[in-house]
């Protein structure tokens, strides 16, 4: 048996963009950086539905969250005619982690 499931948690590095498809259907794409000891990455992430409204609406650049989901890898050709390749997150559940304010 296959396994495609990723964990992961991080802080969204600009506003998520929510937007919606010809048939009304809620999309919102996110990009999220991962601190690893001495190492960064940067993430792309896609959610649907209505967790792509709460994404959208409810989280900001600099927002804490967790990910759980798979990844989807895709090629694609760009004008030019050179082929690209990528790979991003298909987020089925997003964990907003707020801060506690001090005292």
């Known amino acids: ?4 499931r ?3 948690s991080g802080t ?3 506003e998520p963009e929510l937007s ?4 009304n259907n809620p999309v919102c794409r996110m990009n999220i950086i991962v601190r690893d000891n001495n190492r960064i990455n940067f993430f792309n992430v896609v959610v649907f539905g209505k967790l792509a409204e709460f994404c959208g609406n409810k989280l900001k650049k600099d927002s804490k969250i967790v ?6 890898f895709s090629t694609y050709t760009i004008k030019s005619g050179e082929k690209r ?3 991003e997150i298909i987020a089925e559940k997003v964990h907003h982690i707020e ?3 001090e005292k």
Do not use: Q
């Open 1 to 4: 048996m296959d396994i495609n």
């Open 6 to 8: 990723v964990f992961i």
């Open 12 to 14: 969204l590095t600009r």
């Open 20 to 23: 919606y498809t010809l048939s």
């Open 67 to 72: 990910i759980e989901g798979k990844l989807k």
């Open 85 to 87: 390749r990528s790979v």
């Open 99 to 101: 801060k506690k304010e």
